[in-house]
T-cell receptor, first 114, second 111 residues
Framework: NAGVTQTPKFQVLKTGQSMTLQCAQD?????MYWYRQDPGMGLRLIYY???????DKGEVPNGYNVSRLNKREFSLRLESAAPSQTSVYFC?????????????FGPGTRLTVL | RKEVEQDPGPFNVPEGATVAFNCTYS??????FFWYRQDCRKEPKLLMS???SGNEDGRFTAQLNRASQYISLLIRDSKLSDSATYLC????????????FGSGTQLTVLP
């Protein structure tokens, strides 16, 4: 199993450009998440999808959109990138089994907006 | 006030030392708690869940005090490989399984 995969690993954008971050998981998990991580801020939730066909805003959704394409894939789109969106982006999926919970993270996308 | 607060450190300890990290949370409805480990420029990975009765996994011991809304992680006999950032995490109740992360505590174990 590959777990959670993300593409691209690195990206540099100019202000105003758009791009889509791709995420896929092969663990058959219902819930998927997008986070951003900035120095000293910890991980902050951008959007999540509790199940296929549903998406909801997290703590910092402004400037982003998401698509839950199917159970495996959850993409994050920046329509008009801004320097404040320079960050490391992590995708995750969540395993729940009885009382056991664990989120599995992808390797991250390091985005710089100039 | 952040929902999950941690001392950012850094903690610099010699190999073999015992080190403890503390964390407080403000949402009394939080259902479950975890410690995640994050190596430099890598993704977070689950270190251990935290149970009310306290739990141990080898050199690592986690404690939860719901009355004080306090979580701890104790690392005994520190190894160089324990150097990482340790994230305190709370799981909200509900079907969405949302996690709230602390900012992390940085640990460096010195030879």
């Amino acid at each position: 199993n590959a777990g959670v995969t993300q593409t691209p690993k690195f990206q540099v954008l100019k202000t105003g450009q758009s791009m889509t971050l791709q995420c896929a998981q092969d663990m058959n998990h219902n819930s998927m998440y997008w986070y951003r991580q900035d120095p000293g801020m910890g991980l902050r939730l951008i959007y999540y999808s509790a199940s296929e066909g549903t998406t909801d805003k997290g703590e910092v959704p402004n400037g982003y959109n998401v698509s839950r394409l199917n159970k495996r894939e959850f993409s994050l789109r920046l329509e008009s990138a801004a320097p404040s969106q320079t960050s490391v982006y992590f995708c995750a999926s969540h395993r729940t089994q009885s009382s056991y919970n664990e989120q599995f993270f992808g390797p991250g996308t390091r985005l710089t907006v100039l | 006030r952040k929902e999950v607060e941690q001392d950012p450190g850094p903690f610099n300890v010699p190999e073999g030392a015992t080190v403890a990290f503390n964390c407080t949370y403000s949402n009394s409805a939080s259902q479950s708690f975890f410690w995640y480990r994050q190596d430099c420029r890598k993704e977070p990975k689950l270190l251990m869940s935290v149970y009310s009765s306290g739990n141990e996994d080898g050199r690592f011991t986690a404690q939860l005090n719901r009355a004080s809304q306090y979580i701890s992680l104790l690392i005994r006999d520190s190894k160089l490989s324990d150097s990482a950032t340790y994230l305190c995490v709370a799981l909200a109740s509900g079907s969405a399984r949302q996690l709230t992360f602390g900012s992390g505590t940085q640990l460096t174990v010195l030879p």
